[in-house]
């Protein structure tokens, strides 16, 4: 031979997860799909019985755990650490007063997020009041309440001015700034630049009004930041930006906010499994943060506050739903066709038109992340089936609604209860009522017992904001 022989070598593309193997073997799904037949000891098929399907699920000593983690993980790295709660994340009152409970302030981003937290009792200077457009309204009550107000553009600086200018109290402003510390996308959207001056200038433009004080300066770099390392170039920036402010101004920053966007173990469609080889613990996090501020002088280290939502709440909800129908040709073979075990699983996985269809009580209009991430499938019982690829639908008369494009399952039958999970952030604050009514929400305490803490919507809630015009109210 004139080729010399070389070693065997294995290339990539035989897959970079632990799942690759059998994504390429279409016989070897598995043996069954692992049940979860309770949440915090509470079975799951009663719950349904007691409260009706679909139903969100709440763990409150699974929020508290994260919570009290969370506090852990910087508290005893840097001591000058505050927190608060996400509103916008979720905002069911049980959810947001179990943080309030365990220390939490508020942060919100509009003026329904502001007065829902003042109706749970939240006082003003307990707040911290964010976001792209803050109405004149919004504005005046916040700044007269002592809300932490972080400015995100310069008309709404003006607008801030002009309010202030009557005002007999020094209001308490955040400056909201934007960089490049190494992940994509940037989020441009919200605050000043760094890299232009821009932030440094409406610093010294808030430091000179009297009627101002500028507490906090403010960066919230993205969500679901898988790299650590871009929170120590986040606080790096911030620091450097509050050493500029003193050197121009003699004013030094009391506060750092380096706001969130920590993950979950939610994960994004195509990535591997588990969660836990993928998510940083929140220790990691701390550590990128608290490094950099540990090395500043003691009487010049700020206070740092961050404001949490996803990386609390997403793993405490989950979603029961039940089977309403099933789809596909996934029948067996005709009893006169003789097939061994290997052929038949053949002919289930293989034909295109042999992938079975779940239709669930539950539609995307309650799971709104479902674009976005895999959520998770387990059934209420161990079904001692073999698992094929299955689409699982939601009920809505749309061919879009689709919650998993394709995940193994055992062979369902009508009434089936599934658990999707987790679901706890943002898909109940931006569930809406579409075809059918939103479903109710259990919260499992910390003592182990259901209770009800939003029931199922009803038709009085969907029409109650409507008004028909009189020539329309008589059929005739």
């Known amino acids: 031979m004139s080729e010399s022989y070389g070693t065997p070598t294995i290339s990539s593309e035989l897959g970079r997860s632990p799942e690759a193997a059998v994504d390429r073997n279409a016989y070897s799904r ?67 007063q179990i943080f309030h409970s365990e220390g939490w302030q508020a942060e919100v981003v509009s ?105 906090t300066l403010h960066t919230h770099i993205g969500t679901y930041i ?6 120590r170039v986040a606080t790096q920036n911030l620091v450097a930006l ?26 994004l469609h195509g990535m591997p499994r588990p969660a836990e080889h993928v998510i940083k613990p929140v220790e990691e996090y701390a550590e990128a943060i608290t490094s950099v501020l540990n090395k500043l002088p003691e009487k010049k280290r700020p206070l740092l506050r961050l404001e949490l939502g996803r990386h609390l709440v997403d793993e405490a909800g989950y979603l029961l739903t039940t089977v309403v129908a099933t789809k596909g040709h996934d029948r067996p073979p005709p009893a006169t066709t003789d097939l061994t ?3 038949a699983k053949e002919w289930q996985i ?15 209009n309650f799971l709104y992340t479902a674009a976005w991430f895999e959520i998770g499938v387990s059934p209420s019982r161990l079904i001692n089936s073999q698992t094929t690829p299955t689409r699982l639908y939601g009920d809505l008369c749309m061919a879009i609604d689709v919650i998993r494009e394709a995940v193994d399952l055992p062979i369902l039958d009508v009434g ?16 809406m009522q579409f075809i059918d009514y939103r479903p ?21 809630d969907i029409n109650g904001p409507e008004v028909l015009p009189a020539h329309l109210k008589s059929r005739g």
């Open 226 to 231: 898988l790299l650590p390392e871009a929170y």
């Open 416 to 431: 089936d209860v599934l658990t999707l999970h987790p679901v706890g952030a943002y898909n109940l604050t931006q569930s």
């Open 30 to 96: 598995g043996g069954f799909v692992p049940p979860l037949p309770t949440i915090d000891g509470i079975d799951v098929q009663g719950l349904l019985r007691t409260f009706g399907s679909p139903l969100f699920v709440f763990s409150e000593s699974d929020m508290r755990k994260k919570a009290r983690r969370a506090r852990e993980a910087f508290t005893n790295r840097y001591k000058k650490t505050t927190f608060a709660w996400s509103y916008k994340t979720n905002y069911l009152n049980a959810v947001c």
């Open 111 to 215: 003026l329904f997020e502001y007065e829902k937290a003042r109706k749970l009792g939240i006082p003003g200077r307990d707040i911290i009041v964010n976001g792209p457009r803050k109405s004149r309204e919004e504005l005046e009550r916040a700044l007269s309440e002592g809300a932490v107000v972080q400015i995100d553009n310069w008309d709404e600086l003006n607008l801030i001015e002009e309010i202030v200018a009557k005002s007999k109290q020094q209001a308490q402003i955040g400056i909201r700034t934007w960089f490049d510390c190494g992940i994509r996308p940037i989020w441009t959207k919200f605050g000043f630049a760094l890299a232009n001056g821009e932030a440094a200038r409406v610093a010294t433009r808030v430091v000179k009004n009297p009627k101002l004080t500028l507490h």
């Open 341 to 343: 075990a290997r052929a």
């Open 350 to 364: 293989l034909q295109e038109e042999s992938k079975r269809g779940v239709v669930v009580d539950a539609g995307i």
């Open 440 to 460: 109710a929400v259990v919260l499992i305490n910390r003592d182990g017992k259901p209770e009800l803490i939003r029931r199922r919507e009803i038709l009085e």
């Open 242 to 267: 509050r050493e500029q402010i003193l050197l121009e101004t003699d004013h030094l920053v009391p506060c750092l906010n380096l706001g969130g966007g920590f993950p979950s173990y939610s994960l």
